[in-house]
Every structure is written in C-alpha cells, then in structure tokens.
C-alpha cells in the first residue's frame, strides 16, 4: 500500500529556518509511516503572466489536492486566530474531503485570547456573559480554542484536534502535540 | 432560472445588530439579482450529543454546499488579517469549486499591518528587506492584502478582491465594495 500523504500546514513556513522545520515535521511523518508534504519543498516555476505570490499559492493548492490528509498547525499567530494561510487550507482540504487534524501549541481558550487581545483586564466571573470586544463586537465563547468553523470542521469531518502548552519560546517548533497526531493517525490505519 | 444564491461570509455575524447587517446585504443582493444566504438566518437545531458551536457549524457549511458563490469580507479582524471563521469558510468554498469574491474595507497592504502589528515602527526604506516579526518570524512581502493563499485562491477561481478605505467606525459595515462585486458579479452573468 501506498504511504498515505500529509499536507503539513502551518506558519512554520515563516520560522527562520523553515527547511530545518519541514525536514523535522516529515522525518516524524515518515517515523510513523507516512509521507510529508511541506510548501516550502516544491520547485516554484513561475508563469509569464503570474506574480510569485501566486505561483506559491498554486503550488500549495496542489499539494493539497494530492494529500490524504492535512495536519494544520493551528497555533495563535499574530492576534486570538491561527495563521490566515493555514485556515484558510485547513478548509480547502474540507472542502475536498480529506482527513483534517489541526493542533495549537497554547491551550489558553479561544474566548480568553479574544478578550485579552481587545485590552480587557480579568475574564468575567459570570461564565455566561456577552463578551464584545473594543469595536462593539461579539466574542465567541464556547470554550473552542478558534473560531467555531475551525474546530467544527474538524469535528465534522471525524478528525483529530489536540492542544498542549508549549514553552513560549518554543511556541512555534513544539512538535508533541504534532506527533500525538501522527500516532492516532498510525492507529487509525 | 433560478437566482444564483451567495454565501455572506464574514466577521458581520459578531455586529452589535447581526440580523440587521445581514438584512442589508441580503437586500443588496436582490437588487442584483441573487439570493444572499446569511449564517445567523437558518434556524440552529442541535443533535442530542452535539454542542451548539458545532451544530451551527454544520449549518453554516450546509449554506455553502447549498451557495453558488461566497462572499467573504476579508476586512482585518483582531489583528492584520481576516476573521478565522471567513477564512475557513472562503477556504471550504474553493474546495468545492464555487466563485469566489472577497473585499476588505481596509487597504492598507497586509506587509505594512503585520509589521506595525510587531510593534515596529515605519517600515524600512529599503522596499525589499527581508522583514520579521517580534519572534522573529518572516512576515510576508508581496504586496497583497492579506496571506499569499486568501488573495491567491480567489485569483486561481478567477474570482473577484476588491478593496476600499472606509471610514474606521463603519469598518465592518460599509458595503460599498461589497455593492461593487455584486455589479461585476451580475455583469458577469
């Protein structure tokens, strides 16, 4: 049987050294039987008429389409949310009906980071309260770890999600919760 | 034929009035003739082992499996780029081949955001430096709006990004660059 292929999603790309980062995320793959993908490793060849941005993102979408299965790293980044990039794939790979699996490396809940990020002090006592933000907006409190989509999706799709607090300044290379992942996806098979 | 139904994906949901805001652009979208499908309109029912976050969840991707087309407000949400939930949603929408269109009601470009975003100061005179955040994560480049894969993906659909400057206090309720994809989207057809 073929090894099943891992899209490996994530911020990690922005890491200083984001090769060392990818060999490291596909050598646990491989440990565990499986073949990673990372952005990164792809040929970018781009077309006359198209900027490079463009050609990653291309390049990225395919390597998608030809992954089983994502691992979306869902780690807060810049702001309560994930990476932009990295959602925005995890629900590409929904949309195609591959097996999604994200984690986050802080496991502060999604509720209090939004809280937090609009210059609030302590979280309310009354655990029901309506939360806004700065602008007025609503906050989501259903004791998620992102927007209720991220999650959900993962849940719809009978996906894996695990969260761990890493140290703060390992915050983006942590790989346990990666692994754990990697061994339930291994139990699956 | 039957009007080609769009999915008004957006931080919207979290207004003060969301009932209002999506009234308003469901209006609009008559006036062009398409039926807007707005999430907080379909009636939540939850399963007996199912948390609401993922009931609505659900309902909210059935409304895009249902939509010929999506259109997301990619306005900055709680830090340089757009709301998780959008993103996902817009991420889901490509995956199933539906159009496209997206609009952000800030145009500052997503280079400049992140960088003040990091806490740094004016950007470098040198337009091609090689710029990285507070934890020294490399911050994007190339002269978009947000991350590579948002504004990519609506490229590769051959979609629709518009952006515009409104007024900070009608951030996430000005239409005017919504009003201007639903006119490309009815010339379109």
């Avoid at 050598?27 to 073949?35: E, I, R, S």
């Avoid at 490793?41 to 490079?52: G, M, N, P, Y």
């Amino acid at each position: 049987m073929a090894m099943k292929k891992i899209y490996l999603a994530g911020p990690d790309v922005f890491l200083p050294d984001p090769h060392a980062a990818g060999a490291a995320k596909k050598h646990l793959c491989q440990q565990y039987g499986f073949d990673g993908l990372f952005p990164i490793d792809s040929e970018i060849s781009v077309a006359d008429d198209e900027s490079l941005a463009f050609a990653i993102s291309r390049e990225n979408e395919a390597l998608i389409h030809q992954a089983d299965i994502i691992i979306a790293n869902l780690t807060p980044f810049r702001g309560p949310s994930a990476d932009a990039g990295t959602v925005y794939e995890l629900g590409l790979a929904r949309g195609l009906g591959k097996v999604l699996a994200g984690y986050s490396n802080v496991s502060t809940p999604f509720t209090e980071r939004s809280w937090q990020h609009s210059g609030h002090g302590a979280m309310p006592e009354d655990s029901d309260a309506h939360l806004t933000d700065r602008d007025g907006l609503t906050i989501e409190n259903f004791g998620l770890h992102d927007n209720l989509m991220l999650e959900g999706g993962i849940y719809l799709a009978n996906g894996i999600f695990i969260t761990c607090d890493a140290p703060p300044e390992q915050r983006y290379t942590d790989l346990s919760a990666f692994e754990q992942i990697l061994k339930q996806l291994a139990e699956r098979i």
